[in-house]
């Protein structure tokens, strides 16, 4: 049986993110993004809804989050869902689905130097300097077109599922 857990968002920080560490000295960051969809509805208003995804990030890539991003950063995160369980202290079972983060690129603008287009930095070993801060837009949306490009990164995924499964013969 074929399957896939991919998850790709694009948005923006709404808190800054918390770091903490394992016993072991690996870092962990949790942050939450927040993504957004407008649509008319059948009167002709205008509706907008707003998405919150917990994200954790491990390793270097939980360090550089950590140090670089904050509130309101927009950012692009591909990664697998998970969901957790654990008792609390009453003893009733508790879950939690987050998005395991397997690459985060920094997409705010970099101030300096005159670039105009949107600066994406990777973490891990391809990580470099940290981009300036910008407040920017409150929603992904106002970020000028970034409401159009999900499409694109739900899209890709799914034609290379599809053609591994033409390709490989294994139905789901």
Request: glycine content about 10%.
């Amino acid at each position: 049986m074929a399957s896939l857990n991919q998850v790709h968002l694009i948005g923006r920080l709404g808190r800054d993110p918390e770091q903490r560490f394992t016993q072991a000295g690996g870092a962990i960051s949790n942050f939450s993004v927040a993504t957004d969809e407008g649509y008319k509805d059948q009167q002709g208003n205008k509706v907008e809804k707003t998405e919150w995804h917990r994200v954790v990030a491990f390793g270097k890539t939980a360090e550089l989050c950590s140090k670089y991003l904050s509130k309101g950063s927009l950012v692009y995160v591909s990664g697998k869902l998970q969901t957790r369980k654990w008792q609390d202290k009453q003893g009733v079972d508790r879950y939690q689905t987050e998005i395991v983060a397997q690459n985060v690129q920094f997409l705010d603008r970099k101030e300096s130097g005159g670039n105009r287009g949107a600066e994406t930095r990777q973490s891990g070993t391809q990580a470099q300097d940290a981009p300036q801060e910008d407040d920017g837009p409150q929603f992904p949306n106002e970020a000028g077109g970034t409401d159009e490009v999900p499409f694109i990164f739900v899209l890709i995924p799914i034609c290379y599922f599809v053609m591994n499964v033409i390709l490989n013969g294994v139905m789901a």
